[in-house]
C-alpha cells in the first residue's frame, strides 16, 4: 500500500466520523450546517452523509426552509435504539457495557479474573459477558451494531489476535473476533487498552487539541492525538524480535544495558516504573519473598500504606521528569495521566506532575500542558470501547488507524536524545 492511498484513506475516515460525530451530538441538523461547522465543502459533506444513510445509521428526520431557500433536509440518528458493546479485558478484569448512539452506558458488569491463569478460563469468562450484554440489549430493545473489545499486549494487524500477552499472561493467543462474532453477531474489532483509554478520556474540547495521554498502570503507556485521530507511537526496536508489535513508550530504553524487561530488552521505561517493577522493588526492600499481587500492592497504596506511597512518590516524579523532557519535545497542548497506579489518589499526579515541573525548570504547568488526572481507567476503557464501537463501526477505515502503529519521527528523536 502506497503512502499517499493511506493518507487518504485515513482522511476520508476522520472526515465522515466528524461528520457522524455533528449529527449525533447536534442533530436534527441541515447539511449546510454540517459543512459549516467542519468547514468542509457541501458535495463532500453529501457524498459522506449518504454513505452513513446507506448503512442505516443517519436518516432524514424533518425538513425546514431557511429563508426563501430550498427546504432543508434535516439530519438525524435514533440514538436510544442503537447500540454498541465495549470490552475491556485488562488485568484484573474482564469489563463489559453497552452504551446507545447518545452514548449513555445502558448496561455494565465487571468481573475480577485475577485469579485466571488459562486462556480457555478467561474465554468462559467473556463468552458469559458476552451472553450477560446480549440478554441486556434485547431487555433494552437496542440493536446492538458492532463490538469492540480492548486488550492489553501486541495484536495481530488483521484478525486482533493477542500475539503476545503482556500484562496478562491468560490473554496470551486470544482471538476475541473468533470467540465473539458468532455469539454477538456483530462486527468485533480489537484494539489495544491503550486506545481505549485515550478515546475513553476524550471530551469536546479536546477536537483540535494535541494530547499525550500516559497510563501508568502494570506497565507504562503512551497515546498520542488530536481529537480522534490518533497516532500510537512506534518504539519496537527488533521488528522482527520478540517486542513485535509492542508499539508502546514502555519499552523505550531508560537505562542501557539495566533491569531485564519481560520483553526480553534490557533497561525499558516499564522495567523501572511499571506496577509490577514497583511491586518487585517494594518486596526486595521489604526483604519478603511472598508474591504481592498489583491489587495487594493498589489496595496498600490506597490505604496509605507508608513504603508504597513513598514509592510510587519518588517514582512518579522520576516518571514525570523523564516524561517531561519528551513533553517539551512533543508540544502536546494537554497531558492526560490515567493507569491504575495512577487511580489510587490524586497525590500520584501531583507527584508527576512535580516531576514535569522540575524537568521544566517552571512552576506554571497548567499554562503549557493543562495537565489532568483522568480516572478511574476502569470506567475510561469501556467507555472508550464502547466509543469506538461505534465510531468504527461506521468508519472502518479508521480501525487500521486505531490498530496500526505510526511512526511519530519527531518523538522517537527526542527519545533517543533523551538525557
Ligand atoms: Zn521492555
Known sequence: MSCTSTRIFRHEALTMLKIFEV??????????????????????????????VKEGVVYSASQCRVGVGRPQTLLDIHRDENGAIGFSVDYPYVHVGISNFAEEIIASQCTDVSAVTTREDLEQYIVAAARAMK????????????????????LDGV???????????????????????????????????TVATYWGGLTDEDE??????????????????????????????DPDGIGRG?????????????????????????????????????????????????LDFLARAKANDAHVRDLIVSRGREL??????????????????????????SWVFDAFCDGIRQRLGTQDLDKIFAPAWV?????????????????????????????????????????????
Open 23 to 52: 449529527i449525533r451530538r447536534s442533530g436534527p441538523i441541515a447539511q449546510v450546517e454540517i459543512s459549516r461547522r467542519l468547514n468542509i465543502t457541501r458535495t463532500a459533506v453529501n457524498t459522506y452523509v449518504q454513505k452513513l
Open 135 to 154: 440478554a441486556a440489549a434485547a431487555r433494552e430493545k437496542v440493536t446492538l451494531h458492532s463490538t469492540c473489545f480492548a486488550t492489553a499486549g501486541a
Open 159 to 193: 484478525t486482533g489476535k493477542v500475539t503476545k500477552a503482556v500484562n496478562f499472561p491468560a490473554t496470551q493467543d486470544l482471538d476475541a473476533q473468533g470467540l465473539l462474532s458468532p455469539l454477538l453477531r456483530t462486527p468485533v474489532y480489537v484494539v489495544p487498552s
Open 208 to 237: 483540535d487539541c494535541r494530547v499525550f495521554h500516559v497510563i501508568w498502570d502494570i506497565g507504562v503507556g503512551t497515546i498520542l492525538g488530536t481529537g480522534t485521530d490518533i497516532r500510537l507511537s512506534n518504539f519496537q526496536r
Open 246 to 294: 509492542l508499539r508502546d513508550m514502555g519499552h523505550v530504553i531508560y537505562k542501557p544495558g539495566g533491569r531485564k524487561c519481560h520483553c526480553d530488552e534490557h533497561g525499558c521505561l516499564e522495567a523501572y516504573f511499571g506496577g509490577w517493577a514497583m511491586i518487585r522493588d517494594l518486596q526486595e526492600a521489604e526483604g519478603g519473598k511472598n508474591s504481592l499481587s498489583f
Open 320 to 345: 514525570g521528569s523523564v516524561l517531561g523532557w519528551i513533553f517539551t519535545a512533543h508540544k502536546p497542548c494537554r497531558i492526560k495521566l490515567s493507569g491504575r497506579v495512577a487511580d489510587v489518589g
Open 375 to 419: 480516572t478511574p481507567t476502569n470506567e475510561l476503557q469501556l467507555s472508550g470501547a464502547c466509543r469506538l464501537a461505534t465510531h468504527v463501526r461506521f468508519n472502518l477505515p479508521l480501525l487500521p488507524i486505531v490498530r496500526m502503529a505510526e511512526d511519530v519521527d519527531e518523538l522517537t528523536d527526542a527519545v533517543v536524545q533523551m538525557p
